[in-house]
T-cell receptor, first 115, second 111 residues
């Protein structure tokens, strides 16, 4: 158990809809990273939030956006869903800052299916 | 560029040792990681190694790092059926310490 929780566990949406995925970070962690894992692939970095601001972004379009809250929990929002957005979305929390190792611990993921 | 490569599949017999290999490209990575993923589950951090180390041992797991060849390996001693899973190698990059993953190695343990 990593202490990182994600909700919901499964979600089915139709093309064009919007979705919000949620993540609660491990106690004491201040950074949340989001990854997309397509079937049969390794996870791909979407973006990272540190102290409520975006702190780096992967090769994903602007319709992927996020938030981090004062308690360090986070949301991933995806607008105008496409079929290719079907994937397992993983949240990882870590402790960043001077002297911290920034080792990432993952939640169980949210499986999104877009029909 | 950033790229992490792994072999796709490894089959071993219960009780044997398993060795999963990985090559990476970013020589500036601070840490290199091994994660385990069971069917339908998230990623479990198995172990990590700091880039200035050559070897790290943790119970049945041994990680070897060859920085010159940018090669990382994970050895699992006395492999059990519960070790059957997909194993991902990852390097960390940049100010965000974002993880760059390989495509994963499916380890199948035969009883």
């Amino acid at each position: 158990e990593t202490g990182v929780t994600q909700s919901p566990t499964h979600l089915i949406k139709t093309r064009g809809q919007q979705v919000t995925l949620r993540c609660s970070s491990q106690s004491g962690h201040n950074t949340v990273s989001w990854y997309q894992q397509a079937l049969g692939q390794g996870p791909q970095f979407i973006f990272q939030y540190y102290r409520e601001e975006e702190n780096g972004r992967g090769n994903f379009p602007p319709r992927f956006s996020g938030l981090q809250f004062p308690n360090y929990s986070s949301e991933l929002n995806v607008n105008a869903l496409e079929l290719d957005d079907s994937a397992l979305y993983l949240c990882a929390s870590s402790l960043a800052g001077q002297g911290a190792k920034n080792i990432q611990y993952f939640g169980a993921g949210t499986r999104l299916s877009v029909l | 560029g950033e790229d992490v490569e792994q072999s796709l599949f490894l089959s071993v017999r219960e009780g044997d040792s398993s060795v999963i290999n990985c090559t990476y490209t970013d020589s500036s990575s601070t840490y290199l990681y091994w994660y385990k993923q069971e069917p339908g589950a998230g990623l479990q951090l198995l172990t990590y190694i700091f880039s200035n180390m050559d070897m790290k041992q943790d119970q049945r797991l041994t990680v070897l790092l060859n920085k010159k060849d940018k090669h990382l390996s994970l050895r699992i001693a006395d492999t059990q059926t519960g070790d059957s899973a997909i194993y991902f190698c990852a390097e960390s990059g940049g100010a965000t310490n974002k993880l760059i993953f390989g495509t994963g190695t499916l380890l199948a343990v035969q009883p």
